[in-house]
């Protein structure tokens, strides 16, 4: 039994999953910025440190009130914000040394992969991830991810949250700007950047921003931003996808749990005899499960630290980390 | 032209085009249609499908004249979004490259290197330069092809795309010792494009590969 805990970002979240890869809990709570505003990094450490406590226990009990020990505990060492990785480390750390059970330090960006792949069953996919951190055409190679293609600026997470609060949507962004955008018709042009298998979003959020305070139509808006980011990403996976011959997709991260770009991507793999395999929406965000996950998965490869090593990461990328269990079987 | 009365048999699928071989006159042809992208806004889809086959077409032409090895355009059929342009005989090297010995791949690339350079001095870069985008010939010589992503541009931004993407199409998909291929490619840009070119874009190649996401060194 593997305990996960995420806290990279905005959201503090504990979960077990058992030794045949089965989630038994997954318990979270996210910190939501006011209207127009972001994530401020303390405000949102300060919100995690006030549930880790609640949030754990409600984790290890069983619904008749039990609790249940785990055997590993995983923490999500990175990407992320420093005040916020250190809240997750820091009772990562106190659980290992109280419960004495090795402690497993796990990439965020490759637990949303390895929740995505267990539940879809995948094997070796053509792997998605976008989110407010990531926004990655991946292909594993050797023992690692290697980044096939992806954004040279912001992500389409950071995209849509950043519209989202110059058009003073509620957070998340991709809901809001998804929502608006099902009452738009109109195509209005904004810049479509794709350099080969990348894509960079920055231009196409400033043309939105400066068409909004134009007091343009934001329906309007909102569908052909999400029309032509969406596009954009959809070009490159499809190029990808032809120059890797992977024969499954995988979408995972918060934004797959976008309507829009599940319904782009899944046209592209069907149109290449791929597989397609979406993460469901529940296991999208950022969340426990997903850290236990791989942090299993880890652990069963050998992977452990020592208290004294056991760091946060806040920069860290996918390629930068051995993942040994993939292809999986 | 009107390609769709040719007679021609199916080539190659590839992510935005569909490629297929016909007959006209002496020269064996390939006809390059834009396919219609079901994922994709029918009015944005048209826009970039015609903008990207008239602007291919010129850029092919250009480079032609600039003296790399690329195809030559037989004719357009801007209706169907198509472009009808010489076959190159030969291999994709993405295929042929695993099979090619140590020795024989340095020289490959140096060669490629040699014809990239002509196209950035030429004031052309590609675009989508990855080692499924060129073909070589039975004697071995690299010929460049799909220039549907090419700008005319002499940016040391924009050819500096072009490297970091070949170099990434590299590590990728042929392990066999990356960097002393990369090495061997901008020897052959040297030839081309000049020592000083060289090594800014170079340079400029790796400030890019460095802008992903969470790199701890910038």
Known sequence: ?329 | MDTSKLTSTPLHRGAEADLSLATIGPWRVVIKRRVKKEYRNPSLDEQIRHDRTSSEASIIHEARTAGARVPSIVGMDIENNAIIMTHVDGTVARERLDEMGISEARKFFRSLGEQIGLLHTGGIVHGDLTTSNVIVSPSGAPFIVDFGMARRSVETEDRGVDLHLLQRSIVASHSKDPSSMMNAMIRGYELSAGKKVASSTWRKAREIARRGRYFAIR
């Open chain 1, 1 to 329: 039994m593997c305990l996960g805990i995420e806290s990279t970002a905005h959201t503090f979240g504990a979960s077990l999953v058992d030794d045949r890869d089965r989630i038994v809990t997954n318990v979270n709570s996210t910190y939501r910025p006011p209207v127009g505003v972001g994530i401020h990094p303390r405000k949102a450490s300060e919100h995690l440190a006030s549930v880790a406590d609640s949030i754990v226990k409600t984790a290890l009990s069983t619904k008749d009130g039990s609790s249940i020990g785990p055997d590993v505990i995983a923490y999500a060492a990175g990407p992320g914000l420093g005040p916020c990785l250190r809240i997750g480390a820091t009772v990562g750390r106190a659980l290992s040394t109280f419960l004495k059970k090795p402690l497993v330090p796990v990439h965020h960006g490759v637990a949303h992969l390895d929740i995505a792949m267990s539940i879809a069953k995948a094997r070796d996919p053509l792997a998605v991830l976008v989110s407010g951190g990531h926004t990655s055409i991946l292909v594993h190679v050797g023992k690692r991810w290697r980044v096939y293609g992806e954004t040279q600026d912001i992500t389409l997470g950071n995209l849509l949250d950043m519209f989202g609060r110059e058009a003073k949507l509620p957070s998340p962004g991709g809901l809001s700007v998804s929502r608006e955008a099902m009452k738009g018709e109109k195509l209005i042009k904004l810049p479509y950047t794709v350099k080969g298998n990348d894509v960079a979003y920055s231009g196409l959020l400033t043309a939105a921003a400066s068409y909004l305070r134009r007091q343009g139509n934001l329906a309007d808006l909102c569908y052909s931003l999400q029309e032509t980011a969406f596009a954009m990403l959809t070009e490159a996976i499809e190029r990808s996808l032809v120059q890797t011959r992977r024969s499954e997709v995988l979408l995972a991260g918060g934004v797959a749990a976008s309507p829009r770009l599940r319904e782009m991507i899944g046209s592209v793999a069907e149109d290449h005899g791929a597989s397609f395999h979406p993460v469901p929406v529940e296991y999208s965000g950022d969340c426990g499960a997903q850290i236990a996950c791989s942090g299993r998965l880890g652990f069963e490869s050998g992977v452990k630290v020592s208290i004294s090593e056991s760091f946060v990461i806040p920069r860290w990328r996918m390629d930068e980390v051995d993942v040994p269990w993939i292809p999986r079987n």
